[in-house]
């Protein structure tokens, strides 16, 4: 399975799977559109499943999240890898990434 879709009234999440690459960036394109459909108020896309994501497949992540601005919504990206995060960076593309949370320390006794 490539991807699910979930909708919801105030917000949108798209779960893939599997490497994102020149071989999917079109299933990936076609997908994000579906999600865009609705006019999301945000979109989730959540990559915690994905090892690999190819500079094609992120421009079409970077391409929806700047369509998503223009009509006032927000895409945020969930599950990034260190690897995604720095491909971002160089991008100055660091907007579109959810905050990494701090585990929660645990006292060892």
Known sequence: ??????????VTHVAL??????????KL???LREACAGVPERLVVDLSD???VDVLSLSAVLATADALRER????????AS???????????????????LP???????
């Not at 399975?1 to 105030?10: A, D, I, W």
């Not at 599997?18 to 071989?23: A, N, P, S």
């Not at 006032?72 to 599950?79: D, N």
């Not at 260190?82 to 990494?100: F, K, Q, Y």
């Open 29 to 31: 394109r076609a997908l």
């Open 103 to 109: 585990l929660p320390r645990v006292a060892v006794h």
């Open 50 to 52: 994905v090892p690999f």
């Open 17 to 26: 799977h599997g490497e994102l690459d020149l071989v999917t960036v079109e």
């Open 1 to 10: 399975m490539f991807g699910e879709l979930q909708v919801q009234p105030t």
């Open 72 to 79: 006032g919504a927000t895409l945020t990206v969930t599950g």
């Open 82 to 100: 260190t690897a995604i995060r720095r491909i971002c960076a160089l991008l100055n593309a660091e907007d579109v990434l959810a905050p990494v």
